[in-house]
């Protein structure tokens, strides 16, 4: 789907006020501060972050940051574009959860006695593809990876036998139809830009204005 | 064995690397780099953190003009006025601590109106960073929200690299502050430096894109079927100096164009298709007829709400061209139909060249009907009052007509400002300086003497209300010291004149400390060997006017003007530029 039919599709299927999960894809050097100047932008308009998630990412020296925010298209399309204004940020891509592959990690440690009396606790964990990490006398360290509902689904499920502690990571995504960033970051390197650096999707609207 | 030959070679090699080299402090590299980029005036205060720099530069008195200002925020206003009428990037430094804690007010106005500052801070010793040191903020994440780009220097072999990255972020795409925190180790540092290269390109910042020509088509198709369209300009033309591209669009066009308050002087004040001023205190005829035109063409400016008014009430009927620099501007407030990403300066030649030649005779006795109502009912009665109180707009045709519209005027934020704003006539691009997004009180006697720096051959009127005024007063003394010559014109109606405009209206006349009482504001200039007077009566107001511009040197007028006057026409809050009211 090109650049203008994705606009185009959006416009015409999403409720553009209405919320939903958008994860947030931002390519920029790593330099301290540049996360506080980023978590600002959300801040200042008291949009509260899911998720946030800081890593390497496919080039060497070019961070990736994955942020959830359950927002409407409209706002999270300026938020995205405050966030590109950033000096160290290289680009930046946003989109909802059907376009992108992701992942959260969380952990439970759980006793040991208790899984070693109650059947339905291991069967409770293999029914959620727990992996056990740790395995000591007094508790058990469980792994589960997945989307947010099937984490929480243990959780839920677990917290009639002792779950002593839990802790869930930030998500991240894998856009599904990006060719990754190494072809862009040779024309962000060049010093005349080129037509595909300056592409600015959300004015691809050329088919609708001429109505008058 | 070592020939004659290689010696020489040898010799030669080393007085080239010598050449490219220089052995000093960190804070000799510093100042070598903004002699480099250019600087000539910075404006500053001392203190322990930035000692280091403060004592190279006791050395570089014949190349850098220190101008010691008598409060950081002075001092940043200052380096503002003279961005703006300058061009140039504007300089400050200040120490740690309170000083760099000073200095957040003027960062947030240079950043709200696009103004390039270079701002250099002490900060305590790199081993002591966290430790609430002595004079320690975290000057950075303080400023983070309100500068373009920061960085804290902890190693003098930085310094170099960051100050020519700062000049080109400030400089270039849409200007703003950029804050380098230099921590007192790095500033003492000795080492060999290489040779200060500038920068001008950084691969994760795009000060402006390559311009798409089918954007320009998209918006030439739509002006040259437009019936009535309409030009709303900003300060982005100035900024992109593309003063002369943007008259011969309009001229070509031939589109009224109406400026918001950082645009105005971008066209002269008296040029045919220059119908007004935009926004709340603006025209009466751009207002109404923004809701009325079929496209509006948006160039440099930003929709902003005191120009807007209620959104979704605002031009709704219009189809929106919008050129800008910035990316994240378009589709901000108001939709865009044909967003034109770019350098004005570049864009507007191309849509010159697509646009027809044309007149819009009827759609501009639109904006004289309008413009005449206008003259009848507040225009008149404003500069040609009949009763006894000297009002704002008077005193402004009076330096009309004095100047003939060749001084640069600065402004502070009020009541003054927006009669300013509105009455002062501008022959000359960069002229009106004023604080537009921030509105800062106490903005207007500093930039002035920054705006007198900048642009050292004009006449520079500093037009303050006697609220703000009593926010900076200090910089008296910087005039003082240095001789800028401002003249200083106080408009005093012994109220916060806005705030109390709006009590009046909209709070049912419940003036809520908005009483303020001043000074004797001629005595206070004098205490300061600062020539001044004070004018309460209409038949004194041309004579001491005159007085005061043509006096050689700085001069403080306080006139007293009407204590209840409000500015019309208003767009009130939340209301749509077409419920403009003219009482």
Redesign the interface.
């Known amino acids: 789907m090109s650049t203008e039919d994705k606009i185009k599709y959006t416009e015409d299927t999403v409720d553009l006020d209405g919320k939903q999960e958008y994860t947030i894809t931002v390519y920029?050097?790593n330099r301290?501060?540049l996360l506080?100047?980023i978590a600002?932008i959300f801040s200042?308009r008291k949009i509260n972050i899911e998720s946030l998630n800081s890593s390497a990412s496919e080039i060497d020296g070019i961070h990736r940051f994955n942020i959830v925010i359950h927002e409407g298209y409209e706002v999270v399309?300026?938020l995205a574009?405050?966030i590109?204004?950033q000096?160290?940020?290289?680009k930046v891509y946003f989109n909802t959860n059907d376009e992108i592959i992701w992942q959260e990690l969380a952990l439970y440690k759980v006793s040991t006695d208790e899984i070693a009396e109650k059947v339905t606790v291991e069967r409770l964990l293999r029914q959620y593809g727990a992996s056990a990490v740790v395995i000591r006398k007094d508790y058990t360290v469980f792994a589960v990876t997945g989307h947010r509902e099937e984490t929480d689904a243990l959780v839920k499920a677990l917290e009639p036998y002792e779950l002593i502690e839990f802790v869930r990571s930030a998500r991240v995504a894998i856009i599904k139809d990006s060719a990754g960033f190494h072809e862009k970051?040779k024309e962000?390197?060049a010093?005349?830009?080129?037509?595909e650096?300056?592409e600015?999707e959300?004015?691809e609207?050329?088919g609708k204005?001429?109505t008058? | 064995m070592e020939t004659a030959q290689d010696t020489i070679q040898q010799t030669e090699a080393q007085a080239e690397t010598s050449k490219k080299l220089f052995k000093g402090t960190g804070s000799q590299v510093l100042l070598n780099g903004l002699i480099e980029e250019g600087v000539t005036t910075i404006f500053g205060y001392p203190g322990g953190a930035i000692m280091p720099i403060y004592d190279a530069l006791y050395d570089y008195a014949d190349k850098l003009e220190h101008i010691l200002v008598r409060h950081e925020q002075g001092g940043i206003h200052a380096a503002q006025g003279f961005a703006r009428t300058s061009g140039k990037v504007g300089v400050c430094f200040a120490t740690s601590g309170p000083g760099a804690t000073n200095l957040v007010t003027g960062l947030a106005d240079a950043q709200i109106d696009s103004t390039p500052l270079v701002v250099i801070t002490g900060q305590v010793f790199a081993h002591l960073l966290g430790t609430d040191a002595f004079q320690e903020t975290d000057v950075i994440n303080i400023t983070t929200p309100v500068t373009k780009w920061n960085y804290q220097v902890t190693d003098a072999n930085e310094i170099q690299e960051v100050l020519a990255k700062a000049f080109y972020i400030a400089k270039s795409g849409r200007p703003g502050p950029v804050l380098i925190d230099i921590t007192k180790n790095a500033q003492i540092q000795v080492e060999e430096f290489p040779e200060y290269i500038k920068c001008n390109h950084i691969r994760s910042y795009r000060p402006k894109p390559k311009v798409r020509v089918e954007y320009i088509e998209q918006a030439a198709e739509l002006i040259n079927a437009a019936k009535k369209p309409f030009v709303l300009f900003g300060q982005g033309v100035i900024l992109g100096s593309a003063e002369q591209e943007f008259k011969a669009f309009i001229d070509k066009s031939g589109i009224p164009a109406a400026w918001t308050i950082m645009g105005e002087g971008a066209i002269p004040t008296s040029h045919p298709l220059n119908v007004g001023m935009l926004g709340m205190h603006g025209n009466y005829g751009p207002n109404v007829l923004t809701n009325e035109a079929d496209v509006i063409i948006a160039i440099g400016m930003r929709f902003d709400d005191r120009v807007t008014g209620r959104l979704d009430k605002y031009a709704k009927q219009a189809k929106i061209v919008h050129l800008d620099i910035d990316p994240a501007e378009i589709d901000k407030n108001v939709k865009a139909d044909v967003g034109v990403w770019g350098d004005c300066k570049e864009t507007l030649p191309l849509l010159t060249n697509l646009v027809n030649e044309n007149k819009y005779e009827d759609w501009l006795a639109v904006f004289k009907d309008y413009n005449q109502q206008e003259i009848d009912q507040v225009i008149t009665p404003e500069l040609y009052p009949e009763g006894e109180e000297i009002t704002m707009g008077e005193v402004l045709r009076n330096i009309n007509e004095i100047c003939g519209g060749e001084a640069i005027i600065v402004t502070d934020v009020g009541q003054h400002q927006m009669v300013a704003c509105r009455y002062a006539k501008f022959n000359n691009t960069r002229s009106n300086i004023t604080s537009g997004g921030l509105g800062t009180m106490g903005f207007g006697l500093p930039a002035a003497i920054g705006a007198k720096y900048g642009a050292p051959d004009k006449t520079v009127i500093a037009i303050i209300g006697d609220g703000g005024f009593q926010m900076t007063p200090q910089e008296l003394g910087t005039i003082m010291q240095f001789g800028a010559e401002v003249k200083i014109l106080i408009l005093n109606n012994r109220f916060l004149g806005m705030v109390r405009q709006w009590q009046q209206l909209f709070n049912d006349k419940r003036y809520s400390f908005v009483n303020i009482t001043s000074p004797d504001f001629v005595a206070l200039a004098k205490a300061y060997y600062i020539e001044a007077q004070m004018v309460n009566e209409r038949e004194n107001l041309r004579t001491a006017l005159e007085t005061m511009i043509n006096h050689k040197g700085s001069y403080l007028l306080e006139v007293m003007v009407g204590r209840e006057n409000n500015v019309f026409p208003m767009v009130p809050q939340g209301m749509s530029v077409s419920e403009i009211r003219l009482k």
């Not at chain 1, 010093?191 to 037509?195: A, F, H, M, S």
């Open positions: 920029a050097e301290i501060g506080n100047r600002i200042k399309r300026k574009r405050q590109e204004k000096i160290e940020v290289l970051l962000f390197e010093e005349e830009p080129g037509e650096l300056v600015n959300f004015l609207k050329g204005i001429f008058m």
